[in-house]
């Protein structure tokens, strides 16, 4: 009887924990959350900040339960810790409960607080797709990046060497030359750059032409052609196991429909036998 009422209860949870209203509910928290925290930077009339201090323990508070709830409602346990966004939760729900006051972790705790905001992330399933999905491009983009690096590191050599005398402020090393490139790259008035140096190296118009095309163009299209491909590549996987996940209930059915056939069958025979 009484694991009957614990199903029943684990049950419930569950159907709670999964229903379309609570999770629209849990967005809707969260959305006031980064309201507060952006509320708090206003200078506010003291009731007003009073209020909006004991919506934020609401918040915490309702946070807790919440992932509370997912916890009870989850099947395995200690697989529960095992899944890096449950992890991402806890901490940053658990941060949140540091308490907010003149001490040396009020700026910790303030963090967390901002922090809260991410967990539309692990909230919505869309989300946590494209973040799975960037996580998994960063490899192959690092790799990008340090042909990047060498690009400009090249580039910005070549700048200090022949620049140095027009702009020391610009190209006085190659550091300072690196951050006028990347101010190059983000096409931040990069043309008031290129008409100074033209007017000592009249040709030196290539120099920032090959430049821009290889990094505005080249480059930033191959971070994103990488990222497009993680993201078809994770989209043919879901879809994959999706029909793996709808093949096995498929089976599991039909094996249960043949089992209450057989079962069926054997009640007839009994039947039969049963007569005179």
């Known amino acids: 009887m ?7 209860w ?8 999964r229903s379309m209203w609570f999770q629209g509910f849990i967005i809707s928290i969260i959305v006031i959350a980064a309201l507060t925290v952006g509320a ?14 004991y919506l934020d323990n609401f918040i915490t508070v309702f946070f807790l339960v919440e992932l509370s709830l997912r916890f009870l409602a989850c099947d ?4 529960f810790f095992k899944q890096p966004w449950n992890i991402f939760d806890s901490v940053i729900v658990l941060g949140s409960l540091l308490p907010i006051s003149e001490t040396e972790m009020i700026l910790v705790a303030r963090l967390l607080r901002v922090f809260r905001v991410l967990r539309l992330v692990s909230i919505i399933p869309d989300l946590r ?4 999905a ?18 400009f590191y090249i580039f910005a050599a070549v700048g200090s060497i022949f620049f140095h005398h027009v ?8 550091a300072i030359s690196m951050l006028t490139l990347f101010r190059v790259a983000t096409f931040e008035d990069w043309t008031d750059v290129m008409y100074e140096t033209m007017e000592v190296y009249p040709f030196s118009w290539m120099f920032y032409i090959v430049f821009i095309f290889l990094t505005a163009f080249v480059f ?3 971070m994103v052609g990488v990222v497009l491909d993680v993201m078809t590549r994770e989209t043919a996987q879901e879809e994959h196991e999706n029909q793996e996940n709808h093949h096995q209930a498929l089976v599991t059915q039909i094996s249960e429909l043949q089992a209450q056939v057989a079962r069926l069958a054997d009640k007839l025979d009994a039947q039969d036998h049963k007569k005179p």
């Open 2 to 8: 009484q694991m009957s009422r614990s199903g029943s």
């Open 40 to 53: 708090k930077t206003y200078a506010l009339p003291y009731g007003i900040d009073r209020a909006i201090t």
């Open 167 to 174: 702009n020391e402020t610009l190209w006085g090393d190659i």
């Open 129 to 132: 797709f494209l973040i799975n």
């Open 10 to 17: 684990l049950a419930t949870l569950k159907r709670i924990e």
């Open 134 to 151: 960037l996580l998994k491009a960063i490899p192959k983009m690092g790799y990008i990046a340090l042909l990047m690096f060498i690009i």
């Open 76 to 79: 395995d346990k200690r697989r």
């Open 220 to 222: 930033l299209n191959m």
